[in-house]
């Protein structure tokens, strides 16, 4: 008897490893890196208890009767068709698995329609189900998905993949994002054929427009950001466009392409004076982005007043760049200047302070 039980305690003990040799090289959801600009909301009970939140996403205790909620931002289609970032105020889910919960959010007719703003709705196709994601070590997260996924029109399909993409990418971890249904791995999507066997990343763009580039060989791509309106509700539109890259002065590019405007994007507003010119070269310096422009930058040049519109559209676009952490204006003929409310602009404004978008 007393050897039977030996054997049975190695064969259990082998089987613990075996598995665990299979689950190399994978994460689990609450593995997840939360993004960078996260924020965790503590709602507080009757008793005033609190539950806080790990760096991985995951509760550090269990209050009872408590719920606690975080923001979480997803990338939805506005009234214009355009992929849009919005930031929600949701429930932090039980099993720890933001990821999917963000995923879950972009179904049609799915959990947050309700509090949708007027004009803003789900990409995925009504019904479907998230059936899991694995996080591999290079960065790509495998998501598997129910039949449902196949029923959208033809024409949603690239802002399907840009939605899901900019959505999943947010976590730190995550760089590449690669589909299944049903636990079979697609080879390109399944309406209107884009290849998707290699993944999809940020790399590929969102909502992709016009050229300001007459030669594609000396251009390359650029990611935007550009206010938009629909009736009293303001966000912003990130458009990948490609910009011509003369002397390898990539941020120039980028400035000269804002102060051009959206081009026929009418939805898209156009917060540059038409006269606006950078006067220098920028300047990178210990991760600032330093410009100088003429008076015409400003919304009210007798009172150096810079339009808050104009800085935040400025820092979007260029602190997507490698590098870039902040950006620095100077005006020239002004020795200082002021926001609009008239508060002087003493530091650089940093990306970090503008990456959170409309919180619902």
Not at 115 to 127: A, I, K, S, T, Y
Request: aromatic share 6%.
């Amino acid at each position: 008897m007393r050897k039977y039980r030996i054997f049975s305690i190695l064969i259990i003990f082998c089987f613990f490893m075996v598995l665990t040799g299979c689950m190399k090289g994978e994460q689990t959801l609450e593995e997840i890196d939360p993004p960078k600009d996260a924020e965790t909301v503590d709602k507080q009970n009757e008793n005033n208890n609190t539950k806080t939140v790990n760096e991985d996403g995951t509760s550090k205790d269990d209050v009872k009767g408590e719920q606690e909620m975080i923001a979480q931002k997803v990338y939805l289609i506005d009234a214009n068709g355009m992929v849009a970032p919005q930031t929600i105020e949701v429930s932090f889910p039980e099993s720890g698995e933001v990821a999917k919960q963000a995923l879950e959010y972009l179904v049609k007719e799915g959990p947050v329609t309700p509090v949708l703003p007027n004009g803003f709705r789900g990409v995925l196709p009504e019904g479907t189900e998230i059936l899991g994601l694995t996080l591999q070590e290079d960065g790509t997260v495998v998501v598997d998905l129910s039949e449902e996924f196949k029923n959208y029109d033809a024409k949603e399909e690239r802002k399907i993949l840009e939605a899901m993409t900019h959505t999943l990418t947010q976590f730190d971890n995550i760089d590449k994002v690669k589909l299944w249904i049903n636990g079979k791995a697609l080879d390109e999507m399944p309406v209107d054929g884009t290849p998707v066997s290699n993944g999809y990343s940020r790399a590929n763009g969102i909502n992709i427009t016009e050229s300001d580039a007459n030669d594609l060989l000396t251009s390359e791509t650029v990611t935007l950001h550009l206010p938009a309106e629909y009736n009293d509700t303001r966000y912003y539109v990130p458009i990948t466009k490609y910009v011509q890259n003369k002397d390898d002065d990539v941020y120039e590019a980028v400035v000269n392409s804002l102060l051009n405007g959206p081009g026929y994007h009418n939805n898209l507003i156009h917060v540059f004076n038409e006269e606006t010119r950078l006067t220098e070269e920028p300047e990178l310096k210990d991760g600032i982005l330093q410009l100088v422009f003429n008076e015409d930058i400003l919304k009210d040049q007798d009172k150096a007043m810079l339009s808050d519109e104009v800085m935040e559209t400025l820092t979007r676009s260029l602190t997507e760049l490698q590098g870039i952490e902040g950006v620095d204006i100077k005006v020239e003929n002004k020795d200082k200047l002021v926001n609009e409310n008239g508060e002087k602009m003493e530091t650089p404004v940093m990306g970090e302070a503008v990456a959170n978008d409309t919180t619902l």
